[in-house]
């Protein structure tokens, strides 16, 4: 890797504001027997809170949990049915959750374990949970530790592997760049070349086919993703907006490695910031649920950044859920905006024209003041190169 590259991928990683990190089984188990490698842990827990120092949102996704149940419940190394692997999940997460406190803990970070299925990312109304959850615990300095929920995941709902869920749980909280730590340093052009620095590419710019070819199907012992899902992983947190790092992590601070320069790694880059690459997505929704009306008011506060408050709407017209797309019409039913609704059509009616206030009042609960919060609304009337939302 040469100096510049280095010096982008260290700049890629303590630039971003929010840092999604994804620690492979083969990183975490020692040999075969199926105990933690809890010195490398707690490195890694030094090199994150570095990461919170730096003043970043700390995300972890870590597998683990199958591994570790393996030897908590006295089970072989031959391969495990569904039942088994759901029983093993079930005993290894207790002891992963509580490794990931000892190893963060002395740090000063607090960790919230959360568990994941498919359906959590893939579902409207899962998905908008889970990220308000994420969202929620980052507010209060938390760092989320997140693995797939393999005790109730079937086989033919579930990931199979954490770099395409580290991938979601990237797009899903808009993150700026995520880290895959494996067993392997990097992307190499021939996947029978691997450990040969000719092979290795240390920048990838865009995910075409000719780099998907060179995936290898090479999992570890203890691992389920090959090569082959790290691209799939690559190309959907560049889709989204992210950068993604792939490197060793067999060395102790293994973060720090990577802006010391020290060994290989890759660098998938991005055409788009998270925050461009979801108003893109947000503008371009082919399907609109319904139509919110807006006075002038609420107008001119759309045009300097703020939320769409229910005090400044008129009415509504459609069928929607929360998390549909609507187009935002003003005084002259000229459309101007459009966004992902907090509420419902059936809800809404409830709260238009009412302060904050009243809305807690009406819905008895504290939370989703917003009819469109400003992150998730993008001004589409004379819209240009640049969002003004």
């Known amino acids: 890797m040469n100096t510049e590259t280095q010096h982008k991928t260290a700049t890629t990683l303590t630039q971003a ?7 492979g089984s083969s990183l975490l188990m020692q040999g075969k027997d199926g ?25 972890l996704v870590s597998s683990g949990a ?5 030897g908590c419940l006295g089970l072989s190394d031959a391969p495990l049915s569904l039942e088994q692997s759901q029983a093993a999940a079930a005993a290894g997460q207790i002891s992963l959750a509580h490794a990931w406190q000892e190893a963060l803990g002395p740090q000063g970070m ?9 359906e959590d990312t893939e579902q409207r109304r899962r998905y908008l949970n889970a990220r308000s959850t994420l969202n929620a615990l980052l507010d209060f300095g938390a760092v989320p530790v997140i693995n797939e ?3 109730v995941a079937t086989q033919e709902i579930r990931y199979g592997d954490n770099d395409r869920l580290a991938a979601r749980v990237t797009s899903m909280v808009s993150g700026d760049c995520l880290v895959l730590l494996s067993d392997i340093d990097g992307l190499y052009s021939d996947a029978d070349r691997i450990g040969d620095a000719e092979a290795h590419i240390a920048e990838i710019p865009d995910i075409t086919q000719d780099v998907l070819a060179m995936a290898g199907e090479n999992a570890g012992h203890f691992g389920s993703g090959g090569m082959k899902t790290k691209l ?3 190309r959907i947190a560049t889709d989204a907006g992210a950068s993604m790092i792939l490197a060793s992590g067999r ?3 293994p973060i720090r490695n990577i802006l010391d320069g020290n060994g290989k790694c890759t660098l998938f880059g991005t055409k788009a910031s998270p925050r461009t690459a979801r108003k893109d997505w947000i503008a371009a929704s082919l399907h609109l649920g319904g139509y919110v009306h807006i006075d002038e008011g609420a107008v001119k506060a759309l045009q300097d950044g703020k939320s769409l408050l229910p005090i400044g709407i008129k009415s509504v017209s459609g069928d929607f859920e929360r998390g549909d797309c609507v187009a935002i019409l003003g005084p002259d039913e000229v459309e101007i905006a459009r966004g992902l609704v907090e509420h419902s059509s059936n809800s809404a009616i409830n709260i238009i024209g009412k302060q904050t206030a009243e809305i807690v009042n009406e819905l008895s609960y504290d939370g989703r003041t917003e009819m469109v919060h400003r992150d998730n609304l993008v001004m589409t009337q004379n819209r240009g190169g ?3 939302a």
């Open 232 to 234: 799939e992983a690559a």
């Open 386 to 388: 640049e969002y003004d």
């Open 149 to 151: 929920n393999d005790t």
């Open 110 to 118: 607090t960790i919230a374990q959360i568990l994941l299925t498919l």
């Open 17 to 23: 504001k929010r840092l999604i990190v994804k620690v």
């Open 251 to 253: 060395d102790t601070h």
């Open 35 to 59: 105990t933690l490698n809890t010195a490398w842990m707690a490195t890694l827990g030094e090199d994150l809170a570095a990461a919170r120092a730096r003043g970043q949102d700390v995300i």
């Open 66 to 70: 199958i591994a570790l149940g393996r």
